[in-house]
Every structure is written in structure tokens, then in C-alpha cells.
């Protein structure tokens, strides 16, 4: 039971944060059905594309937090420590990381 209600909770909750991010970062004219995230390595802004379903907490990850102008990272495309879309992220500050697939859409921009 405690199985399911993470599989229903977990693609809510990244939708609740989505569209939080999302009318706090202006969208524009974005590519993708998601959030715009900053890479603060390059000091650029990505489209990204959403994807629901959970991913398991194995293989590599990437932090994804948020920021003063919404989610922002270290890394992205082109970059080393980029893992594709590979984004783990605690909600709530529970501590608790979830784990999910968010690939972000190139070339980045310098403002959203």
C-alpha cells in the first residue's frame, strides 16, 4: 500500500512543484511542457520536458533545487557533471529525495 501511495504522491508532487516554479519563472515562448531551470554553471535558462513516472534511486543523479527565480541547477547540456535530465529533488525538506526524469531542451538563453 505504502508502494502505491508513493507512486501516486511522488508524479503529484513533482506537478505541484512544477507548477509552482512555473507561475513564479516566466515561461514565454519555452519548447517544453515544463519549468524553465537555470544552470548556474553557465548562467543560462533550458526549456525542459516533463515526465511523470517516478525513475528508482539508482545510477546517477543530478541535485535540482529551488532558487530565488525558480529551479535551478549547477550543470547542464554539454557540461560533465550533467546526467541528461537525471534530477533528484527533497519537496518538502524532509530530507527524503525524489527521483525523476526531466531532460532539459538546448540551446540555453540568458534570461527566461
Known amino acids: 500500500m505504502k508502494k502505491k501511495l508513493m507512486l501516486i504522491g511522488v508524479p503529484l508532487a513533482l506537478a505541484a512543484a512544477i507548477v509552482m516554479t512555473t507561475t513564479s519563472t516566466s515561461v514565454g515562448a519555452?519548447?517544453?511542457d515544463g519549468p524553465i531551470v537555470y544552470v548556474?554553471?553557465?548562467g543560462?535558462?533550458?526549456d525542459s520536458i516533463?515526465?511523470?513516472?517516478?525513475?528508482?534511486?539508482?545510477g546517477p543523479f543530478?541535485?535540482?533545487e529551488m532558487g530565488a527565480s525558480g529551479l535551478e541547477t549547477e550543470f547542464g547540456p554539454g557540461d560533465p557533471g550533467y546526467r541528461g535530465g537525471r534530477w533528484m529533488e527533497d519537496f518538502d525538506g524532509d530530507g527524503e529525495f525524489h527521483y525523476f526524469s526531466c531532460p532539459l531542451l538546448g540551446p540555453g538563453r540568458e534570461s527566461p
Open 30 to 32: 519555452g519548447r517544453g
Open 40 to 42: 548556474t554553471g553557465q
Open 44 to 46: 543560462l535558462y533550458y
Open 50 to 58: 516533463i515526465t511523470a513516472d517516478p525513475l528508482p534511486a539508482h
Open 62 to 64: 543530478q541535485l535540482l
